[in-house]
Each structure stands twice: as structure tokens, then as C-alpha cells.
């Protein structure tokens, strides 16, 4: 576990664990308990990864989480400490808005989606989420829309004129 630290320190790595879930299997001798770990990383630059661990424990759940989250990094595109325009994430039915936000009004936002915000870099947003609040659903819907985000020159590019 340390030299997983010295990792993350050595990329400026922060990991957060958003949600606990425990199941339980009844068996003969009672119950026998299950753990999943919804973690988040990320950078606080611009890159940022979702994980979701599963065990018999809860540090090794929180710890797989952890190193699918790293695999599956992301980069984002901001526009100084925020987005650069409105956008729209949807995963399941939830349904998440973020809007750019003025210099110092910081992160408004629910647990869920603050956590993957704030890892991501995002220092002044605003968001709404409509539909089923589960942190899952949510924190996969705010993933969805900041992949989805866009700047001035990429979508000139694409689109191949020069937008006024």
C-alpha cells in the first residue's frame, strides 16, 4: 500500500471514495457480507477516472476500485478553473447539468458529483441533477458530460470555420 502512495504522490494523484455498498448472501451459518467501492481519481489538471471494486472487504473493494479507476483515466477539457460551455450528461435516469460558473462561486454540487468535479479541476461550476440521485448513475452521468465538453478551437476544427 505504500509504494501505491508514493505513486500517487509522484503523479500528483487523489483518490476519493464516494459511496460504500454492502450486500448481504444469507447462508447457512447467518449472513455472509459483500463490499463495492465507487471510488473517483484524479489529477485536479484535467484528468480523472472512475472505479468500481468489488470484495470480501472493504479496503481491498476501496483499493480495486482504485486501480480500475486509474486505468480508465480521462482527459477534460477546461476553460481556466471552469467549463467552457453548458452542458448535458445522461447515464440510466439520471440526468445531470453543469453550467459555467463566475470566478469564486466554487463547486455547487451534490457529494457525488462534487467529488468527480473537484478531481477533475473544476473549481467554479454549477449543476442540477434531475432524475434518480444514485451515486452511480450520477457520478457516471457527470463523467459522460465533461467527455463531452468541447473548446472554441476543437470545434472550429471540426466544423472547419472560424466561429466569430
Known amino acids: 500500500m505504500s509504494r501505491e502512495r508514493e505513486l500517487n504522490e509522484e503523479h500528483g494523484l487523489e483518490d476519493r471514495v464516494v459511496k460504500i455498498y454492502r450486500t448481504a448472501k444469507v ?20 484528468t480523472v477516472g472512475l472505479g468500481y471494486g468489488k470484495a470480501n472487504e472493504v479496503p481491498p473493494s ?12 480521462n482527459q477534460v477539457q477546461l476553460l481556466g478553473r471552469t467549463i467552457p460551455h ?10 445531470v447539468v453543469l453550467v459555467p460558473a463566475a470566478p469564486g462561486t466554487g463547486v455547487i454540487a451534490g457529494n457525488s458529483a462534487r467529488a468527480v468535479l473537484e478531481l477533475a479541476g473544476v473549481g467554479d461550476v ?10 452511480k448513475n450520477v457520478v457516471k452521468a457527470v463523467m459522460n458530460a465533461l467527455l463531452s465538453l468541447r473548446t472554441r478551437e476543437q470545434i472550429e476544427a471540426l466544423r472547419g470555420v472560424k466561429l466569430s
Not at 447462508?27 to 484535467?46: I, P, Q, S, T
Open 27 to 46: 447462508v447457512k451459518g447467518g449472513r455472509r457480507f459483500g463490499f463495492a467501492a465507487l471510488v473517483v481519481v484524479g489529477d485536479r489538471k484535467g
Open 62 to 73: 476501496v483499493e480495486k476500485g482504485i486501480k480500475e479507476a486509474k486505468k480508465h483515466m
Open 86 to 95: 453548458h452542458v448535458v450528461g445522461r447515464h440510466g435516469a439520471s440526468k
Open 126 to 135: 454549477l449543476t442540477k441533477c434531475y432524475g434518480s440521485t444514485s451515486p
